[in-house]
């Protein structure tokens, strides 16, 4: 087991978001999120890297993580594409990438892993010396998921990568992180509005309501579920 | 008003106006980081300069006592920030001001009890074959002083990866704790950078003002309107403004108001520049898209 989440509720405040989720997911698999707007699929991301207030129980590698420091989460290979980018705006495209990976200890393949990223997303070569808060939401979106590729991650938390994105983009973006997740052995656990685009990429997936996962299975398995299919996928 | 004598007021406005760009360089390294002006940040300068008298008395020659001092003086802004500034990070704005006043009367008596009002004289290290024509040995030499310190800035914030870290930490915490950037550590760094770069403000102007522990209340007001003409969030506006603001107080105190209302000039400028142009002359247009 890579992640192990057990008894995991969180608060904002007096507002209690999540009460007890439990899932758990396999290294090198990807597992989506699944869940309404206000399910707390944002929030269980953010407690996974430390950014609200948790209790319960986070196994990473094996190794507890609930209660640390975010930037010691993101040292033990956790990258997180976060909600609303995390851009950079004031710094360069080129110092965004850098900047995925700072804490990287083997620091003469920055170079070729950010040529590698403009081979993904060619667009950003051109914006390479461009400030990136002046960059399109879409390619600030390449920007988010190419800075946490950067740290080389063994999981890499996605908060609707698709968000603003074109859908002939959002295809190529798929295939991307399918491709990453293929040949770099990267685990994934994607939060998504576009359910069937994420049950397509993902091997599993769980449902969320209210801050609990109400369902669980294979991502096939899931797709055929004709709740999700009504609630999630609109067919 | 002879055309000599006003190359030589705007020569010697340089070379204050390089001491008010430091202070007022400092002052907008700590504004980028916390979005506060550290009214301590001239307190912080004399004191490390009263450590550099306290070292060169001691029989330690000049430049190794003036690194030992801006060793020391980052020392003091890293301790400052963590000990001081960091219990206070969410406190309401007001609160912060309330502590770096705190500070600045700390460090100002601390100073007076330790090393008494009497005035003393600050010694210059520049030979007397460094001046020039139109400028003293301590202007040539104050001013290369800080052009070097400040390319060395320029390169450490732009080239290496913990200035760029420090740059991230300070325009977006929670992005940097997402690619594994220790942020308190960065800002702590930050406190130290600026002590340091006042340290060497106040080690080169006290051979013009001397040595006491109110000598940098008239310099810090120069460089609050230094910051605030170059914007207070520009780096580069704050040399820039520094500049300025030490040619047009020479000049005007020459040849037009006289040496009396010099002060005047200072403050002129910051009521003038948040009346007419609050985000200064370079303070950065945030351009994004949403």
Redesign the interface.
């Known amino acids: 087991m890579l992640l192990e989440v057990k008894g995991l509720h969180a608060a904002y405040g007096a507002t209690r978001v999540l009460h007890g989720m439990d899932f758990a997911m396999d290294e090198g698999s990807i597992t989506t999120l699944l869940g309404a707007n206000g399910a707390g699929k944002t929030t269980t991301l953010r407690a996974l890297?430390g950014?609200v207030r948790t209790s319960g129980e986070v196994r990473f590698a094996g190794k507890r993580i609930e209660g640390r420091?975010?930037?010691d989460i993101?040292?033990l290979g956790v990258?997180?594409v976060?909600d609303g980018r995390?851009?950079?705006?004031?710094?360069s495209t080129e110092?965004n990438l850098?900047?995925?990976g700072?804490?990287r200890k083997d620091?003469r393949e920055l170079e070729s892993d950010m040529e590698r990223m403009f081979g993904y997303f060619p667009v950003l070569r051109d914006r390479r010396r461009q400030?990136a808060?002046?960059?399109?939401?879409g390619e600030?979106q390449m920007l988010a998921v190419s800075?946490a590729l950067m740290?080389r991650p063994k999981l890499l938390l996605l908060d609707e990568p698709s968000f603003g994105l074109a859908p002939l983009v959002v295809q190529e973006l798929f295939r991307i992180l399918r491709a990453v997740n293929e040949q770099e052995r990267v685990s994934m656990l994607l939060v998504e509005q576009n359910a069937s685009m994420a049950l397509e990429l993902a091997d599993h997936a769980y449902l969320i309501e209210t801050g609990r996962v109400v369902l669980s299975g294979r991502a096939d398995e899931i797709k055929r579920d004709d709740a999700v299919r009504r609630s999630y996928l609109g067919y | 008003m002879t055309f000599e004598a006003l190359v030589l007021q705007v020569l010697a406005g340089l070379a204050t106006g390089s001491i008010y760009a430091s202070l007022a360089l400092a002052l907008v390294m700590i504004y980028q980081a916390t979005h506060l002006v550290n009214f301590a940040q001239g307190e912080l300068a004399m004191f490390a300069t009263y450590l550099a008298w306290s070292l060169i008395n001691a029989g330690i020659s000049y430049w190794p006592a003036f690194l030992i001092t801006v060793g020391l003086a980052f020392v003091l802004g890293v301790l400052i920030e963590r000990l001081v500034i960091r219990p206070v990070e969410r406190a309401p704005v007001l609160a912060v001001v309330v502590v770096f006043i705190g500070l600045l009367v700390i460090l100002n008596s601390v100073a007076g009890w330790i090393f008494t009002y009497t005035i003393k004289s600050f010694p210059s290290p520049f030979p007397e074959w460094m001046g020039v024509r139109y400028m003293a040995p301590h202007q040539v030499g104050a001013f290369g002083v800080t052009l070097i310190m400040l390319a060395l800035l320029y390169l450490f914030f732009r080239f290496t990866?913990l200035g760029?870290?420090m740059?991230?930490a300070a325009?977006?915490p929670?992005?940097?704790?997402?690619?594994?950037?220790?942020?308190g550590w960065m800002l702590a760094l930050g406190w130290g950078l600026a002590a340091a770069v006042g340290a060497v403000a106040g080690m080169m102007v006290a051979p013009i003002v001397y040595l006491d522990p109110n000598m940098m209340g008239g310099i810090l007001l120069y460089a609050f309107a230094a910051a605030l003409l170059g914007g207070i969030d520009s780096p580069f506006g704050a040399v820039v403004g520094g500049l300025v603001v030490g040619v047009l107080e020479n000049v005007l105190g020459a040849f037009v108001i006289g040496n009396e209302l010099k002060l005047v000039v200072a403050l002129a400028l910051i009521v003038g520049v948040l009346l007419v142009r609050p985000s200064g002359f370079f303070g950065?247009v945030?351009?994004?898209?949403?």
């Open positions: 890297c950014m420091a975010t930037e993101v040292r990258a997180h976060p995390g851009t950079f705006a004031n710094l110092e850098r900047l995925g700072y804490c620091k400030q808060g002046t960059l399109s939401g600030q800075r740290l | 990866p760029l870290a740059r991230a325009q977006n929670e992005s940097s704790r997402l690619v594994g950037i220790r942020v950065t945030h351009v994004s898209r949403v």
